[in-house]
């Protein structure tokens, strides 16, 4: 493994020092890379060994914060019942936490009723739109747009802006790597961040991402805080790295200092 440049190291020692540390990353485009078809998407070797060298750290835990819905994170994260990371989707709606399992806020009837409509009716209209994609999610749906033509995505994500916009304009619209997506709920990975912070006292957060729905998190954290940006993209993160394995490298160095700070 290539060493990490001296700036590099010097950022990470106040993270390797800190009495209690919470991990939170992103997962697709910042563990895993793309894929066409999304419920492919897989952890990277590196980056899952490198995940695995911190959760085993005393006093260290590690959160998968994602725009995923919970059922969905789960699968393409490999998470099992017994897992000691943390697991946070729809942008930090819902929860699975160690030892009490899933934390999901109030159904709301019709708001639920309301997605599974307007979702319907975009997979209806969208059918014929090839490389177009409707995703479902827990508060509402995503429109893909990775393999469409740049008019056929165009046109995909104008029908759901006015359909949205019609029936539900409470909904919060966010934009991704090919991806818009509309939800009832409000949160943003910045309130994911917030909740976890203090459900387990964190004295300090790491928080890794590469899309504009982490800018959220990226902004919210305090001075004793490090927020890593994956790749390109105006971000307000202190340190970018360029690409998932540099990540990697990142994450596995902070558990070494971390560790030899513990021996």
């Not at 390797?16 to 563990?31: C, S, Y």
């Not at 699975?96 to 806020?105: A, F, K, R």
């Not at 639920?112 to 827990?138: C, I, N, S």
Request: no cysteine.
């Amino acid at each position: 493994m290539t060493p990490l440049p001296p700036e590099t190291v010097d950022t990470l020692r106040p993270l390797a020092e800190t009495a209690v540390l919470l991990v939170a990353l992103d997962f697709d485009g910042t563990l895993a890379p793309f894929e066409n078809e999304p419920m492919k998407a897989r952890m990277l070797p590196e980056s899952r060994a490198a995940v695995e060298s911190l959760f085993t750290l005393p006093d260290t835990v590690v959160a998968l914060v994602s725009g995923r819905s919970l059922s969905d994170l789960e699968q393409i994260s490999e998470h099992t019942e017994d897992s000691a990371i943390v697991l946070a989707g729809s942008h930090g709606a819902e929860f699975w936490i160690p030892g009490e399992g899933l934390v999901t806020p109030t159904e709301e009837a019709r708001e639920t009723e309301l997605r599974d409509t307007l979702r319907h009716d975009a997979e209806r209209e969208l059918a014929g739109f090839p490389g177009v994609w409707v995703e479902p999610k827990t508060y509402g749906f995503g429109i893909h747009t990775r393999t469409a033509s740049a008019d056929d995505g165009e046109r995909a994500w104008q029908y759901a802006d006015a359909l949205v916009a019609q029936h539900a304009p409470h909904w919060r619209r966010r934009t991704g790597h090919n991806i818009v997506e509309y939800s009832f709920r409000q949160e943003g990975k910045d309130a994911a961040v917030a909740v976890l912070r203090e459900r387990l006292s964190a004295t300090a957060v790491l928080f890794a991402g590469d899309d504009i729905t982490d800018e959220d998190a990226m902004k919210a954290l305090r001075v004793d805080d490090l927020g890593i940006r994956v790749g390109g993209g105006q971000t307000a993160a202190a340190l970018r790295v360029s690409d998932i394995e540099e990540l990697a490298a990142v994450l596995s160095a902070l558990a070494e200092m971390r560790a030899a700070r513990r021996e």
